[in-house]
């Protein structure tokens, strides 16, 4: 089973700097992959990237990266250029069985300006 | 626009009264998924469907009922809501191997 792990409970950044997101996750399958979501104060759900345990290359989308250290079971979420729309809840998730993802706990990430 | 389309965002109803939340997907995937979230519990699965007429339990199916008549469409219906389904929802599907993609939820609260 998938455990995902964030240990940052809430962030602050300054508008237009960089931010890390914390993630590590427990998994004993050799193939998995790792979801980044975001969820704004209005309470949908976004994908943001993805990145599977097979991949050479870190995974990137626009503003978004993932630090990927599969030694140390990590998959951190970098953040370029901070907007104040990038204030929300940031979930790092795992497929489960089932079709199902395993959450963490969230990280709320507030970007003042 | 590839989206998931969930019906309503916002119910207030009373314990007993059945009610319906609608989820339909233009992405032809073959995967949906139900949740719930809750805090401090996060989102947990309900239901899921693997394609049309294959549905199965989550881990907290207890109280719902789904149905998968048409690829594109995957209902849930409470029978008799009981104030602890007040909760978030959120609808989603997939393709095989790829990331979920959400509906906006639906906020619902039973009295």
């Known amino acids: 089973a998938q455990k995902i792990t964030q240990t940052q409970p809430g962030m602050f950044v300054q508008e237009k700097e960089a931010v890390t997101l914390d993630c590590t996750y427990d998994?004993?399958?050799?193939?998995?992959?790792l979801f980044w979501y975001k969820q704004p104060s209005s309470g949908e759900m976004i994908f943001l990237i993805y990145?599977?345990?097979?991949?050479?290359q870190n995974a990137t989308e626009g503003r978004y990266s993932l630090n990927f250290q599969k030694a140390r079971k990590s998959a951190n979420l970098v953040i370029s250029a901070s907007q104040l729309g990038d204030s929300a809840m940031y979930f790092c998730?795992?497929?489960?069985?089932?079709?199902?993802?395993?959450f963490g706990s969230g990280t709320r990430l507030q970007v003042q300006p | 626009e590839a989206q998931v389309t969930q019906n309503p965002r916002y119910l207030i109803t009373v314990t007993g009264k059945k009610l319906t939340v609608t989820c339909s997907q233009n992405m032809n995937h073959e995967y949906m998924s139900w949740y719930r979230q809750d805090p401090g519990l996060g989102l947990r699965q309900i239901y899921y469907?693997?394609?049309?007429?294959?549905?199965d339990k989550g881990d907290v199916p207890e109280g719902y009922k789904v149905s998968r008549k048409e690829k594109r469409n995957f209902p849930l219906i409470l029978e008799s809501p009981s104030p602890n389904q007040t909760s978030l929802y959120f609808c989603?599907?997939?393709?095989?191997?790829?990331?979920?993609?959400f509906g906006d939820g639906t906020r619902l609260s039973i009295l």
């Open positions: 998730a795992a497929p489960t069985g089932r079709r199902a993802l395993t």
């Open positions: 989603a599907s997939s393709s095989r191997g790829g990331p979920q993609h």
């Open positions: 998994t004993s399958d050799q193939s998995y992959g």
């Open positions: 990145q599977g345990s097979y991949d050479e």
């Open positions: 469907s693997m394609n049309v007429e294959v549905t």
